[in-house]
């Protein structure tokens, strides 16, 4: 068995010393620091689970490589009962940290790097998957946390990386005999300045000319030359000054937390190169990741979120002695509508999925279901949370904090106007967590994080057989006895 304790992953995140700042001032150390505390608070969790034996079945899997248990983070799908037990696992996680689990991007780039290097080393005679492999199984002995990043910065969207800043996409800058120099930077990269290793593929469907744009390829974390640039928001403050992490809506975990990874000539050795310069394959790289992403992290996830904002909106409906009412219930009803119809395709993704490329061994969800179920997410999160905040009332986002429940002069005045048909705090502490969701970051963070409406629409119209539905309508149109 290889997999490792959350205990090992402590060890290791406290030797990390990635170059790396938030709000503008160096974090020395990972574990100190407020905010890549919380970050690391959930990934440790994640081993925790992966341990229990009560997850075993969804947290686990037998790699193809070795037959050795590992984490399902690190997983090749195999068959359609492993894509859905990987959306169980997004499911679960979610409910379990009420934010990102940070293992998950990297996880998903996985599959789509099998499939893809399987297939050019078919094609073109490369070498690219058994390096791959290699890597793998590597990563599945030690159990590491590999993060994923595909978004460049991308500066001005109607331009060409090379009509533009050359680096506003991740790019070669030289190749040397040992490997490749990379410059750019991605954006929006969930978790990896705690990470152990950065996934990186291309983020560009790239064409003729943009030869050193079409490159995949992993480092480790802190690997010299890079910076890692933590967001920073009204939560990244609050969670910074906060005297307690009570007051806080998610206490231990927090937001989902990212960084800009800037590349200022970094070397990567060939045998962590798994794709340079094979333009016509970066369209597959990225719809392949595309599809897994849409299915876990569009989808199965949120799913997991909703389940957390649907809990909390009815315990309020409760403390405000509204469960019962009519139109309470018809609008819980409709948010769980919402969730189940996410789960729906999630889970449809996964039962329709198939080999592909056929031979590569490699299991992808459905492209429609997949993209759909991240489509319908990007409209009914929204809409849970304008429910949950229609709901919770105006308390949600003008309470008081705990704070002043604490203050001796004020603490009777909190405690006589806040309280419901419970206590005062017991109501602020599911408000609070309710105004993580209705007034933060993630209603944004679901509708642009594995791609903003638009993406799937233009998937979901390319993969649809329109000839076939129109052939359907001619033929029964025409028919006679
Ligand atoms: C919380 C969060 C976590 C994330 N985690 C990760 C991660 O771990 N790894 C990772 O790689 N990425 C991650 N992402 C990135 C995510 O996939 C992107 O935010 C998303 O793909 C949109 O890219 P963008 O933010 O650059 O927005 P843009 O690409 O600027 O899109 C904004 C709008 O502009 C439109 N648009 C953009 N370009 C064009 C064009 N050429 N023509 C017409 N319309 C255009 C889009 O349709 C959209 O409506 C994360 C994002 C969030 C918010």
Not at 242 to 271: C, K, M
Request: charged share 25%; glycine share 8%; proline share 4%.
């Amino acid at each position: 068995m290889t997999l490792k304790t959350v205990d090992d992953y402590r060890e290791r995140v406290s030797k990390l010393r990635p170059k790396f700042f938030i709000g503008g001032k160096r974090v020395e150390s990972l574990n100190d620091h407020p905010i890549s505390r919380g970050v690391i608070e959930a990934t440790a969790k994640i081993y925790e689970l992966t341990m229990d034996p009560k997850y075993s079945e969804v947290m686990t899997a037998k790699s193809h490589l070795t037959g050795e248990t590992i984490s399902r983070s690190l997983h090749i799908h195999q068959n359609t009962d492993d894509l859905q037990r990987r959306l169980d696992m997004a499911r679960m996680n979610s409910q379990k940290l009420g934010t990102c689990n940070y293992r998950c991007p990297g996880n998903e780039m996985l599959p789509s790097l099998a499939a893809t290097t399987w297939e050019m080393d078919r094609d073109l005679g490369t070498d690219y998957h058994s390096r791959f492999n290699e890597y793998l199984k590597y990563a599945q002995k030690e159990d590491l946390v590999v993060s994923g990043s595909v978004t460049d910065t991308k500066g001005d969207r109607s331009k060409r990386p090379l009509d533009q800043d050359p680096d506003s996409y991740v790019h070669i800058v030289e190749r040397k005999k040992d490997g490749v120099v990379v410059c750019g930077a991605k954006q929006h990269s969930t978790g990896a300045y705690v990470a152990d290793e950065n996934l990186i593929l291309p983020g560009l469907s790239c064409q003729k000319g943009e030869e050193d744009y079409a490159l995949a390829f992993v480092v480790p974390n802190g690997t010299e030359g890079i910076t890692y640039i933590g967001q920073y928001n009204a939560y990244s403050v609050e969670r910074e000054y906060a005297e307690n992490l009570h007051y806080l809506g998610n206490p231990i975990y927090g937001q989902r937390e990212t960084s800009l990874i800037v590349f200022d000539h970094v070397f990567v050795p060939w045998e962590r190169v798994f794709m340079c310069g094979e333009i016509e394959y970066t369209q597959r790289f990225i719809s392949r990741f595309a599809k897994t992403h849409r299915m876990n992290c569009g989808g199965a996830c949120k799913v997991g979120f909703m389940d957390l904002i649907i809990g909390a909106t009815e315990l309020i409906a409760e403390y405000h002695g509204i469960s019962r009412k009519s139109h309470i219930v018809q609008k819980i009803t409709r948010m769980i509508q919402l969730n189940n119809t996410s789960l729906a395709c999630a889970v449809s993704a996964a039962y329709m999925g198939k080999e592909d490329p056929p031979g590569s061994g490699v299991f992808m969800p459905d492209d429609a279901m997949s993209n759909l179920s991240k489509l319908n997410t990007n409209e009914s999160f929204w809409e849970v949370l304008a429910l949950a905040g229609d709901i919770a009332g105006g308390v949600a986002v003008t309470m008081p904090s705990e704070m002043d429940l604490e203050n001796p002069e004020i603490g009777d005045y909190v405690s006589k106007y806040l309280k419901s048909a419970v206590p005062a705090k017991e109501r602020m502490r599911i408000m609070r967590f309710l105004q993580n969701w209705v007034a933060g970051l993630h209603g944004v963070g679901t509708y642009q994080g594995a791609g903003p409406s638009q993406n799937e629409m233009l998937i979901l119209y390319r993969v649809t057989d329109l000839e076939e539905k129109k052939r359907m309508a001619e033929e029964l149109a025409n028919a006679y006895y």
